[in-house]
């Protein structure tokens, strides 16, 4: 018997999409590994329960249990495996989103994703925002990992989420 399962995870255009939320919630440049956790967690929410958190984000926690109905129905590999699978799509989303000029090429060329002036088309936007919109809490979330958390050091982002290896990084 075989099973066609669709992954988002692995889909470069839903990577594009994800990364569109990102982007239509956050106007300041972000470090792009910091933008793939985010965007990590924007995808499996369920997920937030493992994280390493300061004790006035614990509360964050209870997405865990708010968006379990978002865990997919069978075995998934481990998060830092499932992570490392996902960078090809996340790469190939902040190139995309670069060659048609809504992130500054240069700024990706430097480590950074920045949004442009340049507006997606407005179905993207409008289906983003109203997703985003969906979910405040989760997207609250995302605001405090990009704005109260540094992403290296060993009490980074990489090691908090234990989804990168932050043991070698230059603080």
Known sequence: MSQLIFQPALDPFHAIFR????LGHFDEPIVQDKVRIMDFYLLFP????TMRLMPR????KRLSIIYASLTPYGEQPEPPLLFGRMEPMQLAAFETLASKFYINPSA????????TERDLPSEVAERASALNEAQPDLMEFLGVLASEYDLTGENGLKARSGLMEYRYDAV
Do not use: C, N
């Open 46 to 49: 369920f997920r937030i329960r």
């Open 108 to 115: 990706l060329a430097s480590g950074l994703v920045q949004k």
């Open 19 to 22: 990364v569109a939320r990102i």
């Open 57 to 60: 984000h614990q509360k964050f």
